[in-house]
């Protein structure tokens, strides 16, 4: 007799050997059960193979079987009795389709199991309870129900359903023939269907890549023709992954590739022109916070020019020229105030001198309107005010020796003593230098002086009224602190000049002489630099830093000139 091993994956019994036809067998396919009883701590293999059930009885469902064969396996047990002592059994067992079969395994047959002996576990769902036959009636008519709506399906090009109804029959009745061969039939008419629509999916396919690939150039040539470069490159693209080699494709790569070079070509000379106008934007702007205008005019008009239509450009440009206009008025009416200012202060100072303090006041009030910080008009105007508190007594003596040098000088003239009148009468205006009464006075004493001598030698050009040198000293620093403040360095340094020659040698005049005298030279060295006027620069620069050694500003601009002019 034959053995056929039991396979692992169907869990149940499938040994058999072919014989021949028994009487009394079933004619259509059935499985066979068999039943085992044994130690509860026993394992059992069937034919080699290790089974999962445990307990003392244990059943087991074979394939469906031939009714014209019988089947065959061998089944092996062991366990431990209650000594400990290992035991082993094998037993040969036949069946045949329909049949039970009982094996028994070291102890005799007990008959019938009660409920509680029955096992607990099934064999991956295949061990099924053996009672009755009527399992196998259930299992012949599903297995039949199956082949049915299989074969229904395969007629009418239903492959999924049949293939789910023919692999549910062999579910039923594993290894059963005819079920593998209409599985078979359905699963290869499944794929020649499947290749079918394949490849009329590939002819629609080429069909529609086609008209793809025409849509796609036509949208490349279109985004060309506008120069929408990166729109004609993303058609292209399109276009060589749907058709690398098509001739088509390769013109349209090529007439990109030089429109993108001409593109590239206009770009380089826009980013140039661009570089240049932020270049021209840059100094036009650091011109005009420096506030010379007439660079940022021109910065700014020459970018509008490489940029036309550019409207910041236009709109800088017309701002610096208006701040060029309001400066020009402003340092016009800046001069003005200034030159107000010093004839207040000179009038002040003037009517101080006269003891005039309500006038010097006054001066010195308007002063002060044009420049409120000015401590040489605050001051004058604290005299001033000094000078009208003066008390009462002090004015009172002042007129009384006014009157006594008046009485003085009339009697001196009146007694023919001129020269000693001519006194009397200039001591009055000393103290009142514009009485009128005391002028004519004096000039009538003077003509008598003059009537009663020999007649004098021509008289000597009259000397020109001497200024008092503090006054000047102070209106000359003013002015230079002023012209100081508006950057005009070089008249800055003459004010200071003009101020040491009324006051040689002071200590602020000097210092003044020497910083307009630094800045006037950065500056100038400055405007060189800006008109690569290198070697001017440097001349400058040099002269700068030899008024102040080690001044940072001045070296990093003496080094940019030095650079320029290598």
């Known amino acids: 007799m034959t053995r056929l091993l039991l396979t692992s994956s169907l869990l149940a019994l499938a040994a058999l050997s072919r014989a021949g036809a028994q009487p009394g067998a079933p004619k259509q396919p059935a499985p066979a059960f068999i039943e085992v009883r044994l130690p509860a701590n026993a394992e ?13 009885v244990r059943r087991f469902l074979t394939p469906s079987l031939d009714p014209s064969y019988k089947y065959s396996y061998e089944m092996v047990a062991t366990w431990a009795d209650k000594d400990g002592k290992p035991q082993k059994q094998m037993r040969d067992v036949d069946v045949r389709a ?19 002996e029955k096992p607990k576990d099934t064999l991956s769902g295949v061990v099924q309870d053996t009672k009755t036959k009527a399992e196998t009636q259930r299992k012949t008519a599903a297995y039949q129900k199956h082949m049915d709506e299989g074969r229904l399906a395969l007629g009418t090009k239903r492959y999924d359903e049949a293939i789910k109804s023919f692999t549910a029959a062999q579910s039923v009745l594993p290894g059963d023939k005819t079920a593998q061969d209409f599985l078979q039939e359905a699963q290869k008419a499944r794929t020649e269907a499947a290749n079918a629509a394949a490849a009329l999916r590939q002819r629609a396919a080429e069909k529609q890549r086609a008209a793809d690939l025409a849509k796609v150039l036509g949208d490349g040539r279109t985004a060309l023709a506008a120069k929408n470069l990166d729109g004609a490159a993303k058609a292209f693209k399109a276009a060589a992954a749907l058709a690398p080699q098509d001739p088509s494709v390769a013109r349209a790569l090529e007439d990109l590739r030089q429109a993108q070079k001409i593109a590239q070509a206009e770009a380089d000379a826009q980013q ?17 916070t420096a506030k010379r205008y007439d660079d940022a005019v021109k910065a700014f008009n020459d970018a509008a020019t490489l940029m036309p239509g550019d409207r910041a450009a236009q709109d800088l440009a017309a701002q610096a020229q208006q701040a060029r206009t309001a400066a020009k008025t402003v340092q016009a009416d800046e001069q003005k105030r200034l030159a107000d200012f010093n004839r207040l202060m000179k009038d002040g100072a003037a009517a101080a001198q006269s003891r005039r303090y309500a006038d010097a006041q006054k001066a010195y ?23 009208l508190e003066t008390p009462r ?24 003593r001129y020269a000693e009148a001519q006194k009397a009468y200039g001591d009055a205006l000393k103290l009142v230098p514009n009485d009128a009464a005391a002028q004519r006075g004096l000039q009538e004493a003077t003509r008598a002086l003059d009537a009663s001598r020999p007649p004098p030698a021509p008289p000597k050009p009259p000397q020109p009224p001497k200024l008092d040198p503090q006054i000047l000293y102070q209106n000359a620093m003013q002015n230079a602190a002023t012209l100081e403040k508006q950057q005009k360095f070089a008249e800055a ?38 008109a690569r006027r290198f070697a001017e620069a440097v001349r400058e620069f040099e002269a700068a830093l030899r008024i102040m050694p080690g001044n940072q500003t001045a070296t990093n601009l003496l080094n940019q000139a030095k650079k320029g002019k290598n």
């Open 493 to 530: 340094l003459q004010a200071y000049q003009d101020a040491l020659k009324h006051r040689p040698n002071d200590a602020k005049a000097t210092q003044g002489v020497r910083n307009a005298d630094f800045n006037n030279r950065l500056a100038e060295g400055q405007k060189h630099l800006q």
């Open 272 to 288: 140039k022109r661009q570089t240049q106008y932020q270049a021209l934007m840059s100094r036009g702007k650091a011109a005009l």
């Open 393 to 416: 007594q002090e004015e009172q003596k002042r007129l009384a020796d006014f009157n006594r040098f008046i009485q003085q000088a009339q009697n001196a003239l009146q007694a023919r």
């Open 44 to 56: 059992l293999t069937l034919d080699g193979y290790q089974t999962k059930q445990r307990g003392p």
């Open 365 to 387: 009030a308007d002063a002060l309107k044009l420049f409120p910080n000015d401590a040489l008009a605050q001051q004058g105007q604290r005299q001033a005010q000094a000078g």
């Open 98 to 116: 329909g049949e039970t079969q009982r094996v028994v395994f070291g102890m005799a047959d007990k008959g019938p199991l009660k409920d509680k």
